[in-house]
Structure formats: C-alpha cells, structure tokens
C-alpha cells in the first residue's frame, strides 16, 4: 500500500546524518545514490564475511549513524539475505543477546564496548551470546580486542569519513572500495577522496583515523 | 506532482473519506482479502480459526466477523512460538526463503521489549507508512527539515515516511548522551518536525540545558510540532515542554497494528481506519460498548499481509469515537486510559499507573519516574518504586513522605514507598519508557 506522493522535485539530500573526527561532530548530507553506492560496497563485505541466501544478519548502530547503517542494512537483500536491528547501546544490550538467539544471526556486525559492557551487565558471557555466530564484526578497537580474547572471531567495521571498511575475521587489514574511494596518508592520519561523486565532497578529508595503506583498497589501522 | 503546502490535510481523499466508504473499503480490504490470506498462510489463524470450528467461507459479513472469528492475544503467539519453535508466533505468512519473496520481504525488526524479551516483526518492502499524514499535520512540509530521533530497531519505516513528504531527515539518537547534538542540529538545520520527544527525553534535555545553558526557546523556536510517544504524558512534563515553545502531538499505539496520533484540535488520537479495524470491547467480555465508553482495544490490520493481526486483544484500555473530528477527519478517535493487567485492586479501589502520574510528577524529585509493585490484582498496601535524582533539601525520608502524601491525596491510599536512585529504573528502559507495572 503506497501512502506518499512522488513529488516532481523530490529531495536531493537523502539526510543528514554525521562523521565524528575525534571530538568533532560533523553534520554530513548523502544522497539517495551516495546511499545506493554505500550499498553496493557493503555487499560486498558481506560476501566476503561469507553471508549469503537465507542467512540474517544483525547490525548492531545508532540512528546517528543511519548514513553507514542504512547502507549495512540495505545490502543484506543484495546477498540474499534478511537483517535486523539493535541499538549500540549499553541499555539494549538485551536486544542484542535475544535477537541473535531468536533469529539465529550469522553475522552480527557493529559490536561495540558499550553492548559488552551491557552484556556484562546483564551477566551474559559473550561466547555463550555469540557462539552459534559465524562472525562478528566490532565497531571499535576495545570491543574487538575484548572479543578477540574470548575467543571469538571478531572482524571489525570501521566508520571511515561517510563510507565504511570492513575487516574479516583474523585478516590484519580492513577492506574499503578503492573505485569508489581514495585513500591516503599524512603524517600517519588517513586522509579520503571521493572518486565516484558525492553530495557532500571529500578531497583529502582527515579522518583523525591512523593507519597506513598498502595497497588500494586495503588499509591497516595503527 | 506538486502538493499546495497550505492545504490542511495529506491525503484528504482518504482522511476526510464519508463513514460509508471508509467501511466498504474496511469490508472490501479485511473480508475480501485478509481473512482467506491469513486463514491459509498463519499457523496461529489456522490453528485458531479450525479450533473454532469455522473457515473464511464462514465468515461473509462483518457480523460474521465480529460474531464467529475468535480472540488471539499475546499468550496466544507466545504459546505458538514455544510449542512450534517459530519465532514468529505462528504469524508469519511469507517464506522469507521463497525466491519470489525476494526484494519484498527484507528485514526483521522487534518490539521494545519493555515487558520481557523483544517479539521479532516481520517487515516487507520499504517506503513510507501512513504517517505521512501525522507528519503534515504537524505543520512539516516539502524542502523542510525533519529531526528524526528514535531507535535503529524500528527499522526505515520513519525516515522514509519524512522523505514521503519531501522532507529531509536529520538523524539524533533517543538517547543522553546525543542531547547536546539535538540541541545543536535543531539551531544550525532549523528543523519543523520532530519524530519523537519521550518522558526521559524530556528529563535529559532539561538537565543538559541547565549544565550547557542553552535557551530551550531557541532550540525549539523552529518546530511546528513534535510527536510525544512510547508512555502518557504527565502535566507536569507537557506543562515544561509548552513553555519550550513546542506544540506535543500525542501519539498511541494501536494494538500493534499501527499508531494513532493527535491532529490540531488536540482532541483524541486519529486512528486510521482504511489501515486497521478497531473494535471496543468489554475487558471482560466479547460485547462491544457505547461510543465513547472505556473498553478494551480489539485490533484487526488491514494492511499487513506479512504477519497480520486478526481480532487481537491488546489489553489496552482506551475510549473511542467514531464521530468526525473537528479537523474534518471522518476516521475514528481514541483516548488510551491504561493497560488491563496494570490495574492494582487496594482495599477494593482500582488503580491504574496513570491514576497517580501527576501525583508523583508533583515532586520534583523524582521526575515522574515511578513503577508500580504488583505481585498480583489484588493487594494489601500499594506499594510503589520511585525514582529520584536528588533527596531534595529534607533528605530521602521527607521526599518519601512527600510522594506518600501527593499519593494518598490522589487516590485516596497511602503508599507503601521505595525510593531508588533513578537510573535505577531507566536502565530498564527502552530510552523511551520504562515499565511502570513491575511483579516485583
């Protein structure tokens, strides 16, 4: 059932969402194709981190970050494949352990301190939660060293200017789209220049992320 | 197309429909469609329906309907759930694995889970929902900004309904720690809606602005209006909101087959009924009551063909309307007065959390964070928790006394007062709410 009208002029700016350097919080407006395009590459870390058809993925985010989310979202459907949602939060925690019980995730990517944090709360031990989980893939380096020592396979997903790197488990770099993304470095800050076109431009926009680069499309964080 | 941005409502074909046509497309959309559709593809209708004794052939009239087809409730799908091992309750009605589902069926997303574990909800297809129409009532129009504040687990739903009206969204988490970010996108992108402001929300933005001496005026000043959702609202707390400058639209939902939300007149909330069918029911008992007359919330969707809802007792008490609002709207109001199982029987008076909110919310304090202690209907003392920021000047044992007091003058019993720190009872949240009926 369609409730909306097209509209002659629809928006151009799909939303405005953010990118977080350091402290700064930068209000960033993306376009229904930079979306479409986020999409496109987040199938394509999917594929590597083995999700297919019927598989669920979980993604685990903050509304705040709808403009790296929305594109992890979406593209479960471009593998085949359903997804749900919890919120990166210590609070929904809950969400997290139940949903990935109920649902059978096969992967759950956005894992951060704070749900670890909330699991702790609610004493659930991480390797009970995730250990029917093929992967999981943490949002932030204390999440992934906490997972990792668990013993459980942990990737990492790492928010990089308005696009997204992916790592899989046990690789030692992250994976980012080098067609549709420069990456380089200065002074060991990874700077980002968009190739494909963008609402919001970037042209050796400094991230505040440090690492290296060696090789295109590969980067490794310090 | 172009849509005349002073025209009053979205969709005023729909919305302003005469009764009649509102329910030939009800009997056309529900008997025609959504009765033979669940009966053959939901277990739970199926099991329910045979249990019954009936089929969809039974089944020609809404008579028919109101008369022959039985309840489901959550126990029902709960029990489903457990005894099939289907997470879906039995509800489901498309195979997420069938090739042809692809592209429609695409993501699951779940409930608050404000009572026990989060009930998965199946979601087809993407687009904007018939929230379109709260959100131009509002006053947002094409080219706007939209702050959507909320959760991830509802799923695409809203900001593709923002965009449904050509607005954009601007995205702030429902959550503290993003409080000085909403306060700083509202006065650098001047948003006109707001998708939604909750009770603890109103605490954390008051408490920011005192710390971070922010203006609430300015902050709100670009607003044309903002849904309040998740729990009622006490009048202390819309009483604060007003003085921001903010006009609240209170939002309530509809059996878990949709939400009905305030227009401008402010008088009752819309409930859309070329989306869902709405009976009133005696809580205790299958007779519908008078127009107007408190009863219970009986929900049927029809819309949702993934997991449809037929005759769902939703144990909400709410009066309803069906006579036209003074907007224009032809479609049904309704009022929500609380839930069946959170009334509390003390010395044979009745009380329901919303009969001691104001009450409570009087105390500075405590912020209106209460829940109430009921092992079972019937009790010897009420007995509530309360939450609280500061003791206040006379220390935790007068701020008791002072609850007890607002309490005992409210509903005529004197409470039984355990006072907790608040995060005490907001770490049980969802942000937006917390329980306010505990067994314990």
């Known amino acids: 059932m369609t409730f909306a009208r097209e509209f002659e002029a629809p928006p151009q700016v799909w939303g405005v969402g953010r990118v977080v350097v350091g402290d700064d919080v930068i209000p960033w407006a993306v376009s229904e194709i930079d979306i479409e395009d986020e999409t496109e590459i987040a199938a394509s870390h999917y594929r590597s981190l083995g999700l297919g058809d019927g598989d669920l993925v979980l993604v685990v985010a903050l509304l705040s970050q709808a403009i790296h989310a929305v594109p992890l979202e979406q593209a479960a459907g471009r593998v085949g494949a359903l997804y749900s949602s919890a919120d990166a939060t210590r609070f929904d925690a809950f969400r997290t352990a139940s949903l990935v019980r109920q649902l059978e995730a096969r992967i759950v990517i956005g894992v951060d301190s704070e749900v670890l944090t909330g699991l702790a709360d609610l004493e659930r031990d991480p390797r009970d939660v995730f250990s029917t989980v093929h992967a999981v893939v943490a949002a932030d380096a204390d999440a992934q060293a906490r997972l990792t020592d668990a013993g459980i396979a942990t990737g990492r997903w790492l928010r990089l200017g308005p696009t997204s790197a992916v790592g899989i488990p046990d690789q030692p770099w992250l994976a980012y789209d080098a067609q549709r993304w420069h990456v380089d470095e200065d002074r060991g800050e990874l700077l980002l220049t968009n190739v494909a076109d963008r609402l919001t431009p970037c042209d050796r926009f400094r991230t505040g992320i440090r690492g290296t680069v060696p090789e295109p499309g590969r980067l490794v964080l310090a | ?440």
């Not at chain 2, 997470?87 to 589902?101: E, I, K, R, T, V």
């Not at chain 2, 306060?183 to 005192?210: D, H, K, N, Q, V």
Request: glycine share 10%.
């Open chain 2, 1 to 440: 197309m172009t849509l005349d941005p002073a025209r009053r409502l979205f969709s005023p074909e729909i919305e302003a429909m005469p009764r009649a046509e509102i329910e030939a497309l009800r009997d056309e959309k529900l008997l025609g469609d959504l009765v033979p559709w669940s009966y053959k593809r939901s277990g739970l209708i199926r099991e329910t329906w045979d249990a019954a004794g009936i089929t969809p052939a039974d089944i020609t009239s809404m008579d028919d309907y109101r008369e022959k087809v039985p309840f489901i409730d959550k126990d029902a799908i709960r029990s489903y759930r457990d005894r099939h091992s289907d997470p879906y309750g039995g509800l489901l009605c498309l195979d997420p694995n069938d090739a042809s589902m692809k592209g429609i069926f695409s993501a699951i997303f779940s409930t608050s889970g404000t009572t026990g574990d989060p009930t998965p909800a199946p979601y087809a297809g993407r687009g904007p929902s018939m929230l379109v129409r709260e959100f131009w009532e509002l006053g947002c129009r094409p080219g706007d900004n939209f702050l959507h504040c909320l959760f991830t687990f509802r799923g695409p739903g809203i900001h593709d309904t923002i965009r449904g009206i050509g607005a954009t969204p601007v995205f702030v988490d429902h959550q503290p720690a993003d409080v000085e970010q909403l306060f700083r996108f509202s006065l650098e992108l001047r948003p006109t809606g707001w998708y939604t402001l909750s009770g603890p929300l109103i605490m954390m933005i008051e408490e920011a602005a005192t710390r971070l001496g922010v203006d609430l005026t300015d902050v709100c000043s670009s607003y044309e209006g903002v849904i309040f959702a998740g729990e009622p609202i006490g009048p202390r707390a819309r009483r604060r909101v007003e003085d921001w400058g903010l006009e609240l639209f209170i939002q309530t939902s509809l059996g878990d087959v949709g939400a009905a939300t305030e227009c401008q007149e402010h008088d009752g909330s819309h409930m859309w009924e070329d989306t869902a069918y709405i009976e009133c029911l005696d809580p205790e008992g299958t007779a519908g009551v008078a127009d107007g007359e408190r009863g219970e919330l009986v929900s049927t969707t029809l819309v949702d063909k993934v997991a449809p809802l037929l005759r769902y007792r939703s144990e909400d008490l709410v009066r309803v309307t069906r006579e036209a609002c003074g907007c224009g709207r032809t479609h049904g109001r309704v009022w929500p007065l609380g839930r069946k199982g959170d009334e509390v029987v003390v010395e044979g008076v009745s009380v329901l959390p919303g009969d001691i909110w104001g009450a409570v919310e009087s105390i500075d304090e405590t912020n209106g964070l209460f829940q109430v202690i009921r092992p079972e209907r019937e009790a010897d003392r009420l007995r509530l928790r309360v939450g609280y920021a500061t003791a206040g000047t006379g220390g935790l044992p007068a701020l008791r006394a002072r609850v007890e007091d607002a309490v005992e003058e409210a509903v005529g019993l004197r409470p039984e007062v355990d006072l907790v720190e608040r995060d005490v009872l907001l770490r049980q949240g969802p942000p937006h709410k917390i329980p306010r009926v505990t067994k314990a």
